[in-house]
């Protein structure tokens, strides 16, 4: 009588762990989950060669705004040090 108690009660049990493992796996699907992971990771490895490019035109033109800009300090300041090649006579 015990025993068929026991067995019923460790059934149940064992059951009610497997409805939780297939809801939680209907609610997160880790299968799903890591297609995704590895569809985005070869999205970002096929643009990658895109993206760099477009971070070395950001950087060469923000680097050329910047020299633009000390050229214009440079032209309009009374030192000539900070000049380099071009000299202004009339001062």
Not at 1 to 12: G, I, R, S, V
Not at 81 to 89: A, R, S, V, Y
Request: proline residues 1%; glycine residues 2%; charged residues 25%.
């Amino acid at each position: 009588m015990f025993q068929t108690e026991a067995l019923q009660t460790n059934f149940k049990r064992l059951m009610n762990f497997f409805a939780y493992t297939r809801n939680y796996f209907v609610r997160n699907n880790p299968i799903k989950a890591m297609a995704d992971d590895i569809v985005n990771a070869l999205k970002e490895a096929l643009t990658v060669r895109k993206k760099l490019k477009m971070a070395q035109y950001r950087l060469n033109y923000h680097k050329y705004q910047f020299n633009r800009m000390e050229a214009l300090i440079a032209e309009n300041n009374q030192h000539n040090f900070l000049k380099g090649k071009n000299l202004n006579e009339t001062r």
